[in-house]
Structures are given as C-alpha cells and as structure tokens.
C-alpha cells in the first residue's frame, strides 16, 4: 500500500516526476491564492511613501530632522558627536557619510532591531497591508 508524505503531496514509491509539489500542478484557483501570497522586498518598497517614511524615521530615529527630501541624524550604531546618517524620504535608501556604508530601509530595520529579512519583511507587509505567507 502506498503511504502519501505529509509535504508536498509526494507518494512513496512513484518517480519523482509524478510528485505534485509545484504551483503548476495545483489547481488554478489555488495557484492564484499562492501567488497572491508572495510579497517580494521590492513590492514593500513601492508601498513606502516619503510620509510613511518620514514617520518611520521619527520613530526609528527620533534624535534627526528632516531636511528637504532627507532625514538626518547620528549614525544609530555608531557614537557620534554630529549627524552624519541620512535616509532619503523618496527611496528610502540610507548612507552614513561617515563609514560610506548604505542600504535600503530593509537593511536598516534589520540592522536596528537585529532581526532576520524573513521578520522584517513580515512586519514590514504587515505596515503596508500587504500579508506575506
């Protein structure tokens, strides 16, 4: 008799070409809803508007002040004396003028709360009311 695996629907003792793992083999119904599902970095950066950036900022790092399309701030992992961090607040990309490092508002948020990507992206779908499986 032939058991049926509890993960992606293998039956022991058929090839694996028979094995129906992928999206493909699914139904269309449930193809669309596993799709629906996955939320790519990029899609959370289109949904992160310079106001939703801005009170991100204010809340991550709440010592800097906007200037024009910028908020500049100390370096938050770094002791400075004077503001030498900035995050743009149309892109969301970030660089410390001091050390030349830069990065995007992902990499930041993982670098302040020392989180894995898989958590921040969950919070961050979570903000822009995105869901992500």
Known sequence: MKEQSGFGGA???????????????????????????????????????????????????????????????????????????AVSLTTGHWEDFASAEKGDIIELAMRLFNEPFTKVMDDFADMVGMRRA
């Open 11 to 85: 039956v022991q003792g058929q090839p694996k070409s028979h094995r129906s793992s992928a999206i493909s083999d699914r139904p269309p119904a449930m193809r669309r809803i596993v799709k629906a599902r996955t939320v790519t970095a990029q899609d959370v950066k289109d949904r992160l508007t310079p106001a939703r950036l801005l009170t991100i900022c204010r809340d991550w790092l709440p010592d800097g002040k906007q200037q024009g399309n910028w908020w500049v701030c100390r370096t938050p992992w770094r002791s400075d004396r004077n503001p030498s961090f």
